[in-house]
């Protein structure tokens, strides 16, 4: 046998014991995606879309059960006290609404990619690790039920699950790990104080307060700028009133629909926390008829840099930490005023006696006499 017909030999055994490992059972979870002879499509949440579905269960081991509902077009979660309503972002993924997707899942095609039962720990579907979202319809009727695994890493955007009948696991391609990983009720309320509030439909925004620097100040938006990304506005602030200084009015209005609630409150925060207002914001937004508010308190007993909160956007009192943009001062707001030109130097007056550099004087008598 020739030296090629060796190494064709070698390389077919090569490419034999590849697809072995390709078709093994225990095949990493970072290449199950690649297995081919696996591949069958199904049904994936097929009985479920947005006009049937009305809540989900999520359950982790050893977790207290979530239940989400959908109210008024807003996905809310059930807490001790109530709904509570859902973050934006784990909204979007409970029905899968992004770009192009509209409608909530069905049918989505997932692919096979592990017969056995074994398989389930290294997908993260067994039962110490997953998660088990029940969907529901009206009369909390079942829909279906998935069991939801890690994050598929090839390709990226997808999710290993099971069903709870059978051992098979798939592939689905959609991003349901990061948005279903949270493990309480609180983890899925939304943190934002001003959810609906977008920088760029602000309209109004005061702020007062005894921590208000230089006693607040008022911004009132004129119109856009030189860009989509800049915008007008007139600054108040004690008797000034004047357009304010480019970039800094969308510099506080980008700050506002950041704020964060630290931490929700269990027991209600009574008035004896806010005795003194550090912060009293409120903000009008377009097309949103009554205006937003958010009233920052008290400090926090042993905690730095977090007061007391409630707004009129949050149900319950929280605390808040980060909200510096609140404490600008109303002076960083207005165009610092044209520096004087410089005032000319006079040129220096030349001394009695000084002939300046000229011709000599002439001599003087006695007395300032002239001479004889």
Do not use: C
Request: proline share 8%; no cysteine.
């Amino acid at each position: 046998m020739n030296m090629k017909s060796l190494a064709a030999l070698g390389a077919a055994a090569a490419a034999l014991a590849a697809l072995a490992v390709l078709l093994r059972p225990d095949t990493p979870a970072a290449r199950v995606s690649t297995i081919a002879a696996q591949a069958e499509s199904r049904e994936y949440l097929g009985k479920v879309n947005a006009d049937t579905l009305r809540s989900v269960v999520v359950e982790r081991e050893g977790q207290e059960p979530v239940v989400l509902r959908k109210q008024e077009g807003l996905w809310k979660v059930e807490t001790p006290k109530g709904l509570r309503r859902v973050d934006r972002e784990r909204a979007r993924s409970i029905e899968n609404n992004q770009e192009g997707n509209p409608e909530f899942t069905g049918p989505v095609p997932a692919t096979a990619v592990a017969e056995s039962e074994a398989s389930w720990a290294r997908l993260g579907l067994d039962a110490a690790t997953a998660v088990k979202a029940t969907f529901r319809g009206d009369g909390d009727a079942v829909l279906e039920t998935l069991f939801i695994g890690k994050a598929g890493t090839q390709p990226r955007g997808t999710t290993f699950v099971r069903p709870p009948e059978g051992t098979r696991s798939y592939q689905a391609p959609l991003a349901l790990e990061n948005n279903f990983s949270a493990r309480t009720a609180a983890e899925w309320r939304e943190r934002k104080v001003m959810p609906d509030a977008a920088w760029d439909t602000i309209e109004r925004v005061e702020v007062r307060g005894d921590g208000a620097a230089g006693g607040g100040f008022v911004l009132e938006y004129l119109g856009g700028g030189d860009n989509e990304y800049e915008g007008r506005w007139r600054a108040t602030a004690g008797d000034k009133s004047e357009e304010a200084r480019k970039g800094s009015g969308d510099q506080i209005a980008r700050a506002i629909p950041l704020l964060m609630a630290d931490e929700f409150l269990d027991e209600p925060a009574g008035d004896e926390f806010f005795t003194t207002t550090t912060i009293e914001l409120t903000v009008k937004v377009r097309d949103i008829e009554e205006p937003m508010t958010l009233t920052i308190g008290q400090p926090v007993p042993e905690r730095q840099n977090q007061h007391f909160a409630r707004a009129s956007t949050v149900e319950d009192p929280f605390i808040i930490g980060n909200f510096f943009a609140l404490r600008a001062s109303p002076d960083s707001l207005f165009a610092p005023p044209p520096t004087p030109a410089p005032t000319p130097t006079p040129e220096p007056t030349p001394e009695a006696g000084d002939s300046g550099g000229g011709a000599e004087a002439a001599p003087v008598g006695e007395e300032g006499a002239p001479p004889e």
